[in-house]
């Protein structure tokens, strides 16, 4: 079983930064690839970026691509996600989620019944 506790959310202007930070504990981080989702109110929740246990794939949605990076530190266990230039309309409670085997060649990264444990979230708040 693994733990998952995101930070790092906060209210921004639009145009600027922020950096979510999904923090492991119960097991080594290194075991799992992992992706980032949101859910805003009223919304279904979407895949926002997802990456390798070993870092070496990386996947966006079309939204996240050339804003948004994804990365790993498998030594101090967390998953990064950098956010720039952001929009009101990504404004969503972001969420971390973990898989231990994931298959690359197809979308399934992207669904959210792929992943096999979640953390709470952070609140992303972007105004105009």
């Known amino acids: 079983q693994v733990q998952l506790v995101e930070s790092g959310g906060g209210l921004v202007q639009a145009g600027g930064s922020l950096r979510l930070s999904c923090a492991a504990s119960g097991r080594t981080l290194s075991k799992y690839n992992m992706g980032w989702f949101r859910q805003a109110p009223g919304k279904e929740r979407e895949f926002v970026a997802a990456?390798?246990?070993?870092?070496?794939?990386?996947r966006y949605a079309d939204s996240a691509k050339g804003r948004f990076t994804i990365s790993r530190d498998n030594a101090k266990n967390t998953v990064l996600l950098q956010m720039n230039s952001l929009k009101p309309e990504d404004t969503a409670i972001y969420s971390c989620?973990?898989?231990?085997?994931?298959?690359?060649?197809?979308?399934?990264?992207?669904?959210?019944?792929?992943?096999?444990?979640w953390g709470q979230g952070t609140q992303v708040t972007v105004s105009s």
């Open positions: 990456i390798s246990w070993s870092g070496g794939i990386t």
């Open positions: 989620a973990a898989k231990e085997e994931l298959t690359w060649s197809r979308n399934i990264y992207s669904d959210t019944s792929a992943y096999d444990y």
